[in-house]
């Protein structure tokens, strides 16, 4: 007689969750299919579907996960911050600069940027943790200006590694964050 297993619904889903960031990471946006996922968890594909009835769920599942990552990592960085000028943007240029440097992020990055562009409510789901990054910011309205300009930067640069643009070291991305952070303002705002 066999045990019975002790159900677990939550760290099933996170099980899913990180084969799914796995499998984007060494399949890409084209090998990302439920029975890729399927092959590297424990259990049977109707374990999957039971949790993520479809590719789709699965997807916003994965953004839910990485948007909800993001946004605790700006909030931890904003709550050590001892400068007031502008930490959340400054905490979201940092978080972006750290998930950068991490070695699968440009590939789980690329599969979620093609999941945004194809799929309108993953693209949305994208914007609500980007819109609950915004609304956590009491920025001045002296210092949005700067704010702005380094969520730019910080988005260039996630953008320029997913697509391969300019090769850019870790070393450099860090050389531009004290560049940027000592000279704020640079819109003449006060600190």
Request: glycine letters at 6%; hydrophobic letters at 45%; aromatic letters at 4%.
């Amino acid at each position: 007689m066999s045990t019975p297993r002790i159900r677990c619904p939550e760290a099933t889903r996170a099980q899913i969750i990180e084969a799914a960031i796995r499998t984007a990471h060494e399949e890409g946006a084209a090998g990302f299919t439920l029975d890729a996922v399927v092959a590297r968890l424990p259990f049977s594909k109707g374990a999957l579907l039971h949790h993520f009835p479809n590719k789709l769920a699965l997807l916003e599942g994965v953004v839910d996960h990485l948007g909800q990552d993001f946004v605790n990592q700006i909030r931890e960085r904003v709550a050590k911050d001892p400068n007031p000028y502008v930490p959340h943007a400054r905490a979201y240029l940092q978080a972006t600069i750290d998930e950068v440097d991490a070695p699968d992020y440009a590939s789980v990055s690329r599969a979620v940027l093609v999941a945004c562009l194809l799929e309108p409510s993953i693209g949305s789901r994208w914007q609500a943790h980007i819109a609950r990054i915004r609304a956590d910011d009491p920025t001045e309205p002296a210092a949005a200006d700067d704010a702005l300009i380094l969520r730019l930067v910080a988005d260039g640069l996630w953008l320029n590694d997913i697509m391969g643009g300019h090769p850019i070291s870790p070393d450099q991305r860090r050389a531009l964050t004290q560049i940027l952070s000592p000279n704020l303002p640079v819109t003449g705002a006060k600190r």
